[in-house]
């Protein structure tokens, strides 16, 4: 399976601000998603990641508050922006490959004061 | 009604005991059916990948889905305290499209020595 990384791994943030995470796969995958795992939580689709064009936003998700980029077929970043304490999460990324099965990277803990 | 439905535990058992892990759910559309394990403060590992009903087998690991019933269990023979974790069920309906997974809430398990 694909080996993923996310960077950073945890981080503490002033409310307002903005956060670019990055999701890192060592070989080339067919899709990527973000999640969100809010605490005590299951795991939350925001959108899948397409390359070279705008993400597929779920429902309750948006792009201004979230944008996406996936640059290549190995690469994404997730963006929250504008932040508040509701955005507290842990955030991974997963992708998918030739099987169809998904993998999730390690995650991001995000805590916003 | 959620469209997955797990109980959440938590769930104690001695270690060497056969644990039994469950989901229902409504949608017919699904037919991939995954079980992750989530260590605490790690991202989700997948465990069991099945398609359609039936029973799938690694090491200590069995899978089952019974898609007339909307069931699917996770069985874990010789527990070991390792085996400690929160276990998450996942489910698609569309492996060609964006596969996206809908989880259940997942299942606090603790393995007492």
């Known amino acids: 399976s694909a080996v993923i990384s996310q960077k950073p791994s945890r981080d503490i943030c002033q409310r307002g601000t903005s956060l670019t995470i990055q999701c890192q796969v060592d070989s080339q995958v067919t899709m990527m998603f973000w999640y969100r795992q809010q605490p005590g939580q299951s795991l939350t689709l925001i959108a899948t990641a397409n390359q070279g064009s705008e993400a597929t936003y779920e429902s309750g998700f948006v792009i201004d508050k979230f944008p996406i980029s996936r640059p290549n077929l190995t690469f994404s970043t997730l963006t929250v922006s504008n932040m508040s304490p509701e955005d507290s999460s842990i955030y991974l990324c997963?992708?998918?490959?030739?099987?169809?099965?998904?993998?999730f990277g390690p995650g991001t803990r995000l805590l916003v004061l | 009604q959620k469209e997955v439905e797990q109980d959440p535990g938590p769930l104690s058992v001695p270690e060497g005991a056969i644990v039994s892990l469950n989901c229902t759910y409504s949608n017919s559309a699904f037919q991939y059916f995954m079980w992750y394990r989530q260590y605490s403060r790690k991202g989700p590992e997948l465990l069991m990948y099945?398609?359609?009903?039936g029973n799938k087998e690694d090491g200590r690991f069995t899978a089952q889905v019974d898609k007339s019933s909307k069931y699917i269990s996770l069985f874990i023979r010789d527990s070991q305290p390792s085996d400690s974790a929160t276990y998450l069920c996942?489910?698609?309906?569309?492996?060609?499209?964006?596969?996206?997974?809908?989880f259940g809430q997942g299942t606090r398990l603790t393995i007492n020595p």
């Open positions: 099945t398609y359609s009903s």
């Open positions: 997963s992708v998918t490959q030739g099987s169809g099965a998904q993998y």
């Open positions: 996942a489910m698609s309906g569309d492996i060609q499209g964006a596969q996206k997974l809908v």
